[in-house]
């Protein structure tokens, strides 16, 4: 079975902090992603990555970056947290392999700015 | 960028009842994919269905099953036999077929009660 794992399901942080969301999969799998999750806005792609080192925009990237080092491992980073930005945050993975085409998630992690 | 629009926010079913669950999408693609996600509880993002646009028999998984009405650009879940289980909440999603990124509605909360 793949498995995601995020580094924490729960997160509480200061506004202005630095915040690093952590995201490995095991599955040797080539394209990662990041969403939020908020109620009523379903989920939202914030960046996505295809390959080591690369990196993509999606629909709401502004006040987030990412780092993606390895194949297995894709980092969200919140440069400086605001209190909008408190939500659930979901990581998923995907292989490259035509007929593969779904995600698989982690569990999310609930952040909360105050 | 593509839309999809899940126009119940939130249902519920009667045990063994059956519940359709409506999802419509827009796209000027001719290939492409529908998911339907289920999220139970503080529990991670499963997929129930895949569909491929180019095959027009309607997927089945067991107890799940999808009405693709691809000219109408619909994309409906029935559950037969509703189980406490299947409480949760659900997501409709595309993918185009050349393209990473999944565009997902917003969700309907499903609860089954005994």
């Known amino acids: 079975d793949v498995k995601v794992t995020q580094s924490s399901r729960y997160l509480v942080k200061r506004t202005g902090e630095k915040v690093f969301l952590e995201c490995v999969q095991d599955m040797d799998h080539e394209n990662m992603f990041w969403y939020r999750q908020d109620p009523g806005l379903g989920l939202r792609l914030i960046y996505f990555s295809y390959d080591v080192k690369m990196k993509e925009k999606g629909d709401i990237p502004e006040g987030y970056s990412v780092s993606r080092e390895k194949k297995e491992r894709f980092s969200l980073i919140l440069e400086s947290a605001s209190t909008n930005q408190t939500s659930m945050y979901l990581c998923?993975?995907?292989?490259?392999?035509?007929?593969?085409?779904?995600?698989?998630f982690g569990p999310g992690t609930r952040l909360l700015v105050l | 960028a593509q839309t999809v629009t899940q126009s119940q926010p939130e249902m519920s079913v009667q045990e063994a009842e059956t519940v359709t669950l409506s999802c419509t999408y827009d796209t000027s693609e001719n290939n492409y994919y529908l998911f339907w996600y289920k999220q139970p509880p503080s529990r991670q993002m499963i997929l129930v269905i895949r569909q491929e646009a180019y095959k027009q028999q309607n997927a089945t998984e067991n107890r799940f099953s999808v009405n693709f009405q691809k000219a109408a650009k619909s994309f409906s879940l029935k559950i037969s036999d509703s189980q406490l289980g299947d409480t949760a909440m659900y997501f409709c999603?595309?993918?185009?077929?050349?393209?990473?990124?999944?565009?997902f509605g917003t969700g309907t909360s499903l609860t089954v009660i005994p």
């Open positions: 999603a595309f993918m185009g077929h050349t393209g990473n990124q999944f565009y």
């Open positions: 998923a993975s995907r292989p490259r392999t035509s007929g593969q085409e779904t995600q698989y």
